[in-house]
């Protein structure tokens, strides 16, 4: 079988592309080339602004009705979130939940269950929705470097855990 990534992009993908986006010419190719296999195997539209997440670093977290959650570590590549489509179900993502940053237990997520531009969802390894944000810029102006790693999953009492603090 014959995959996006094995073919060029084709003029009518950048068009389709570019009108579901609005992104200019350049920049839709580029970002086609990297990101046609994830689109391919998603099924979605997935915008280009997803490249953003690649240049976030270690130890940044994002503050959001009143707490503090940790981003889940690290930003997934194209050929990674094209890949975790074929194991979404296993892993107990909701469908329209596209991963792009984290360890499959903790995830920060694209979220296409609405129409429109996705918005963003970080999710906890029980699949728990612990924020979510309308887009992925209100998502990207919201990170914060932190001194001290706050939690994503909360309950782990310090003395009375087996683990060694």
Known sequence: MTTKSDQEVSIADVKLFREATGCPLSECVAFMSKYAEAI????????????????????????????????????????????SA????????????????????????LSFVTEGAPSVVIINDERIELACFSSISEFLNGIKPYDSAPELVKGIVKDKSWLNF
């Open 86 to 109: 074929s194991v979404a179900t296993d892993w107990g993502l909701h469908q329209g939940l596209v991963p792009v940053m984290g360890d499959f237990h903790n995830l920060v997520c």
């Open 40 to 83: 391919t195997n998603w099924r979605l539209p997935i915008p280009d602004e997803a490249e953003k997440f690649l240049s976030i670093e270690p130890n940044k977290c994002v503050a959001t009705s009143g707490q503090v959650l940790a981003l889940p570590w690290p930003p997934l590549t194209p050929s990674e979130i094209a890949n």
